[in-house]
């Protein structure tokens, strides 16, 4: 029988058991697989606390629906109605610019003035900014077709202030990333085939709005096509773009947890990963080896690696060398979560809390990089009579911050809320998180050496990369990368 040993807990690790299980299940054929774990629960950079009434996330507060992997994992998990979307009556973001938090304009999509009056009168961008971005009508498109930056794609079609008001606190933000060096082909490929396509940003999200509202005008004529009456698309129309769980993320943990019946070692650390020629004897590929005693191994026929490559580096070093070094190349940054619960009355005269949260752009040289208000985000995040807050530390030349001490952080973290919300009072609860080399970095170029690596592994049958460190960060990513690991097995094993 085939066996597959998955190294790494997280979304990733779990979601590739969940649909190596499916597939056998749907071909008939039986396969086992060991899912191993260094530490001693499982979820990987998904932890939820709920204490006293809060939910706190520690790391994914929700994922993004519009990339429709993490959706359909919960459909094939079958629970998707536990699904929580977002309070999109207090959908507010704002952007602290000059001390003061600026509401995003309305119309905007992916950072992208789709309404002109909404724009026209937002403080956030001067009027000279203003007028660079309608430049973007006009700028034809780059033909040269090699990776650049976001920050020299934004300044291009958009230009500096667009990158340093929009680009850099909401999209850099998403992968803690420095913009100068963060990939546009690996992290935002769309930009580049909206240029292509339409020759202009601001076009092509004119274009898709005109689409939209064309398809909600046939849907309210009763014109909805057989596709979209089925139960699946329903489900996706009612949610909104991020969605959770009730009880936070660590739910689809459990959930997965639940339904897997395969072999689960926590507390395992791989160390090494031994191919054929030292592992002769026992007719598998491979010989897995486990931290603290050498006997302990796992014979295996396949090795999937969906741990993060900083970690997996030195585990390939006596099966692939050159991956080693490719997997070590790929830098991480630090960063942390703070959270803090307040009594709602100690809040309300100091803030409304009316939105999801604001981003901070780096020019108002800020120790936090972005706060949610993760009580009016989400229901079910603190009761009526609480709120909470969670705010980012670290990251791009910040990271030196995550390893303050828990009082210093928390210290810090409530300093940075009475500057830029003015909140002054006591929280009743604080949890920290610390992810340190925590957030892949996606540089110039990223793909194409992911697509080195990817060629690297196919010589050694057997081996398979997965997991944020590659193709994707985000959940929806992650769970991709999973599918697509499956069918590479499955490939492998039918055609040997
Ligand atoms: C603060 C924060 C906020 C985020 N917010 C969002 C969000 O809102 N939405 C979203 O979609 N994404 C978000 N992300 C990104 C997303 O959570 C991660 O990219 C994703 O969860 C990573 O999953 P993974 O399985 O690739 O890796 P991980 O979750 O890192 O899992 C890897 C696992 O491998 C284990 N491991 C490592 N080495 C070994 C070894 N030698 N042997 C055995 N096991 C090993 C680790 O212990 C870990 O459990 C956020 C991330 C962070 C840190």
Partial sequence: MTHITIIGGGIAGLATAFYLEKKANETGRTISYTLVEQSDRLGGKIVTQTVDNFVIEGGPDSFITQKPWGLQLCRDLGVTDRLLSTNDAQRNVFVLRSGRLIPFPAGYRLAIPTQFMPFALSPLISPLGKARMGLDLFIPPRMDKTDESLADFMRRRLGQEALDMIGEPLMAGIYTADPERLSIQSTFPMFIGLEQKHGSLIKAMQVAKWKMYRKKQQQTNGSTSQAEQNGKTTTARKLSIFTSFQGGMSELVAILQDQLTGEIQLNSQVVDIRSANSSAST??????????????????????????????????????????????????????????????????????????????????????????????????????????????????????????????????????????????????????????????????????????????????????????????????????????????????????
């Fill in 283 to 496: 007719g598998k590929r491979f010989e897995v080896v486990l931290a603290g005693d050498e006997t302990r191994t796992i014979k295996t026929d396949g090795v999937v690696l969906a741990a993060p490559a900083r970690t997996m580096s030195s585990v390939v070093q006596s099966t692939l060398p050159a991956l080693t070094t490719a997997l070590s190349n790929i830098r991480y940054t630090s960063t942390s979560t703070i959270s803090l619960g307040y009594r709602r009355q100690d809040i309300i005269s100091q803030h409304d809390l009316n939105g999801f949260g604001f981003v901070i752009p780096k020019s108002e040289q800020r120790h936090i990089l972005a706060c949610t208000w993760s009580s009016t985000k989400f229901h079910h995040r603190a009761d009526d009579d609480h709120v909470l807050l969670r705010t980012f530390v670290g990251g791009n030349g910040q990271e030196h911050l995550v390893g303050l001490s828990d009082e210093a952080l928390i210290t810090l973290a409530r300093m940075e809320l009475f500057i830029t919300m003015g909140i002054t009072a006591t929280p009743v609860i604080q949890r920290i998180f610390r992810w340190a080399e925590g957030a892949p970095q996606y540089d110039v170029g990223h793909l194409n050496r992911v697509a080195d690596m990817e060629q690297m592994v196919r010589q050694q049958p057997g081996l398979y990369l997965t997991g944020s460190s590659f193709r994707g960060i985000g959940i929806p990513d992650c769970v991709k990368s999973a599918l697509d690991t499956v069918e590479q097995i499955w490939q492998d094993i039918e055609t040997p």
